[in-house]
């Protein structure tokens, strides 16, 4: 089965890794990364980056776009590829107590299987994804994805500002490597310092409400675009996972864990 390639696919991006092997000490290790805009004019940056590493024909595909699915699919379909399989809920090593599994995200369910590899068997974890929107998703202590609560990301936010309004500019938020100042002493630094501290601000919230009634603190795994930013501030119990949603792609793609 491996290598592979885990293949997760956004709303703004096209995120592909190369697994050698299903496990490395806790999560499958990557070991070759290409990242291309979901709306790229062309997607040859892909077959250069294949160039580059050993082929593979196994493509296993997590995604919450169908156009860019559609158009990367057809893509792969004309160069010949051994196999692709588009990963759904039912393929996933994941109890999902809720009436239409079929109906969550798979990236978020993804994070799941992921994070059950990561966690201590004991206690429950809260999986925070700040993407371009963010999530943050209960699994209980028996490894039972519980649902959670979805909200804008922070670069839907100041697209939000910018289209709704008529004179906030369009700023750029989708990289975030360090928090803003709070205290914004322009137009432009001001929105930045609303739109990333209360992003933050409701991921704490909601951390905290989702966890109010469990027996004791959860782990907090947390993974996305513009956790960088945020992972240093939501507590020691806190561990940023920058491929979360692929790893739980190789460790589906190996049979779960």
């Avoid at 496990?23 to 499958?28: Q, S, T, V, Y």
């Avoid at 201590?120 to 649902?147: C, E, K, M, N």
């Avoid at 469990?214 to 675009?225: C, E, I, S």
Wanted: with cysteine.
């Amino acid at each position: 089965m491996f290598p592979i390639i885990a293949v997760d696919i956004g709303n703004n991006r096209i995120k592909l890794v190369r697994f050698e092997s299903p496990a490395g000490d806790r999560l499958p290790v990557p070991a070759h990364t290409l990242q291309v805009a979901g709306n790229a004019e062309s997607l040859d940056p892909i077959a250069a980056w294949l160039a580059d590493a050993p082929q593979c024909g196994s493509w296993w595909i997590g995604s919450v776009n169908r156009p860019a699915t559609t158009r990367l699919v057809n893509w792969l379909r004309q160069r010949g590829p051994s196999g692709i399989t588009l990963l759904a809920a039912g393929n996933l090593a994941l109890r999902v107590e809720l009436a239409r599994p079929d109906m969550v995200g798979v990236d978020r369910l993804l994070d799941a299987v992921a994070a059950n590899a990561l966690r201590d068997p004991q206690r429950p974890a809260v999986i925070v994804d700040v993407g371009s929107a963010i999530t943050v998703d209960l699994l209980s202590a028996d490894g039972v994805f519980r649902g959670g609560a979805i909200a804008p990301g922070i670069a839907m936010s100041a697209r939000a500002l910018h289209e709704f309004t008529d004179l906030l500019p369009q700023i750029e938020m989708l990289d975030l490597e360090s928090p803003p100042p709070a205290l914004g002493t322009s137009t432009a630094d001001a929105m930045r310092s609303g739109l990333f501290w209360g992003a933050v601000g409701t991921i704490r919230e909601l951390i905290a409400r989702i966890s109010h009634h469990l027996a004791g603190p959860p782990q907090v795994y947390l993974t996305g675009g513009a956790s960088p930013a945020v992972a240093s501030l939501l507590g020691a119990e806190t561990q940023h996972v920058p491929h979360l949603t692929l790893a739980g792609i190789a460790l589906t793609a190996g049979g779960g864990r």
